[in-house]
């Protein structure tokens, strides 16, 4: 059965006396937290900024009382990105963003062989079957081995929101990992700058050059030859939690470029997005995640 569409997002200021008399344009940037960039985008729109309605322009300078309402949500999808059906597990939804539960395996985004496979695709098909005008709009990456918590926006303002929010207090992630071998200590950061290993498109190195790169980890559990650890990034470099083990001397298990491949243990680096926090980009609502271990990973602590 066919879906109704569902109304597409808005945000609403409505005009206090102290804030009578600015223009719609400084409205939108300093009380509704609007970038340039997504004001410039909107202005176009036939229903992008309205006021009590209207639509008017970013010159106009409202009276007390007055509403001004801007449109967030995506009229018309950009880039290439084609929509497929594929399987989602959905952890939360609102209007402004989605939180998944990523399989391992799963790309987030199309690349060379990966055409209309990903979450990205899969993302589009889901808000077309339900008429939801929405977007795919990536806040942080995980690679295609990684499991767990991601988190997309559905418009340009949330990604914006959501994207400053990154490696602050207000966006905070925590990962587990199973790796070969016990650190010593079983607590502390690794503070090695990552960049591109020559010769390689994919593999990262620590290098005196690279870009600054900062993981904290903590040993939670031993069994055998292997740990499970948590891990927190005050950076977010390619493959940093992968690359900074294995120049701990720790890889993570099952981990094909920067350890050992052994596809009968597990056929996927073993780490996995478990805790999630961050403040939902239009209320401020404080927003808290957790997944547990996931099977492939916990039988490699049996």
């Not at 970013?58 to 999808?77: C, E, I, N």
């Not at 980009?281 to 916990?298: I, K, Y």
Request: glycine letters at 8%; a neutral charge.
């Amino acid at each position: 059965m066919e879906r109704p569409s569902l109304p597409p997002r808005r945000l609403e200021l409505t005009v206090t006396p102290e804030l009578a008399g600015r223009r719609v344009w400084s409205l939108l940037k300093y009380e509704m937290k609007l970038s340039g960039t997504v004001i410039r985008r909107i202005k176009w729109l036939e229903d992008g900024i309205l006021l009590d309605g209207v639509r008017v322009n970013s010159d106009v300078r409202p009276a007390a009382g007055q509403v001004l309402s801007a449109r967030l949500s995506d009229p018309a999808r950009r880039g290439d990105l084609v929509p497929a059906p594929g399987p989602l597990d959905i952890v939360y939804e609102d209007g402004d963003l989605i939180v998944l539960n990523k399989a391992p395996g799963v790309p987030v985004h199309p690349g060379p062989g990966h055409y209309d496979d990903t979450l990205g695709n899969f993302l589009l098909h889901y808000y077309e079957t339900r008429g939801d005008p929405a977007d795919f709009h990536p806040v942080h990456r995980l690679d295609r081995g990684t499991s767990g918590l991601l988190v997309a926006a559905k418009h340009p303002h949330a990604q914006d929101v959501l994207r400053r929010q990154l490696h602050s207090g207000d966006f905070h992630r925590e990962y587990l990992a199973v790796c070969q071998g016990v650190p010593d200590p079983p607590e502390g950061v690794v503070d090695a700058p990552l960049g591109r290993r020559p010769g390689s498109l994919v593999e990262q190195m620590v290098r005196p050059d690279g870009a600054p790169a900062r993981t904290r980890y903590r040993v939670e559990a031993v069994h055998g030859d292997r740990a499970l650890l948590r891990l927190t990034l005050d950076t977010g470099r390619t493959h940093q939690i992968r690359v900074h083990m294995a120049h701990l001397g720790h890889p993570l298990t099952g981990d094909f470029l920067y350890g050992t491949e052994d596809p009968a243990l597990i056929p996927r680096p073993a780490l996995h997005s478990a805790r999630l926090a961050l403040t939902q980009p239009v209320t401020g609502e404080s927003l808290f995640f957790s997944l547990p271990l996931p099977e492939d990973m916990a039988r490699l602590l049996d």
